[in-house]
């Protein structure tokens, strides 16, 4: 089965709302990451949160190692925050490679 | 933050030809990799190298050879490209002396015809 799993696979919300995305994994992770996938494609790293909780901006992840999962919060929506999160673990133990989730697709709506 | 680049951008090409996307990152990063991620998928890993000379294996390497030339430049390589090989392409780099983060490239969009 996948190792990773996201949900919801895709989400509407409306500017202003909130955003909850949900990452379970299968196997004990060393390390998180968080990112965001742009329509266009383009990846960048929102988080590295191998465990606890982190914030930059109007994002939060909390991690719970022991559960084998993590949630990215997204707060007060934007239009601009349209596109895809992905979870992504390191199952290695070495910190060498990741598995990545298939992603969440936010949409939000003016 | 790491400055990855890749080249080129967008690749079309014939089945049965031959292509390598390259990428460069200018930080030192001793690891450096190749994803692809195709529609339904996450990112998966092709190959990667933890320096120059230096090759490992990763999840999905079948039609893939890829080659680690410096610090800076990791190539990929698809010597008889397939139809199955169309995909957006990531490169990415890390440095496990200062941090566990994977920084990544703009992507390559491959498609073979």
């Known amino acids: 089965g996948q190792q990773v799993q996201q949900s919801p696979s895709s989400l509407v919300l409306q500017e202003g709302e909130n955003a909850e995305l949900q990452c379970n994994f299968s196997s004990t992770a060393t390390q998180l990451q968080w990112f965001y996938q742009s329509p266009g494609g383009s990846l960048v790293s929102l988080l590295s949160n191998p465990s606890g909780t982190k914030h930059t901006g109007r994002l939060t992840s909390t991690t719970v190692t022991k559960e084998r999962r993590s949630s990215l919060h997204i707060s007060s929506s934007q239009t601009t925050d349209s596109g895809t999160y992905l979870c992504a673990i390191d199952i290695s133990g070495s910190f060498n490679k990741l598995t990545f989730g298939a992603g969440t697709r936010l949409a939000v709506c003016p | 933050e790491a400055a990855v680049t890749q080249s080129p951008r967008n690749k079309v090409t014939v089945t049965g030809g031959n292509v390598t996307l390259s990428c460069r990152q200018t930080n030192s990063h001793n690891y450096m990799y190749w994803y692809r991620q195709d529609t339904g998928h996450g990112l998966r890993l092709i190959h990667y190298s933890y320096g120059a000379g230096n090759l490992q294996i990763g999840d999905v390497p079948d039609g893939y050879k890829a080659t680690r030339t410096t610090q800076e430049d990791f190539f990929l390589l698809l010597e008889l490209a397939s139809p199955s090989q169309t995909s957006l392409y990531f490169c990415?780099?890390?440095?496990?002396?200062?941090?566990?983060?994977?920084?990544f490239g703009p992507g390559t969009r491959l498609t073979v015809l």
């Open positions: 990415a780099s890390r440095d496990t002396q200062t941090g566990r983060e994977q920084y």
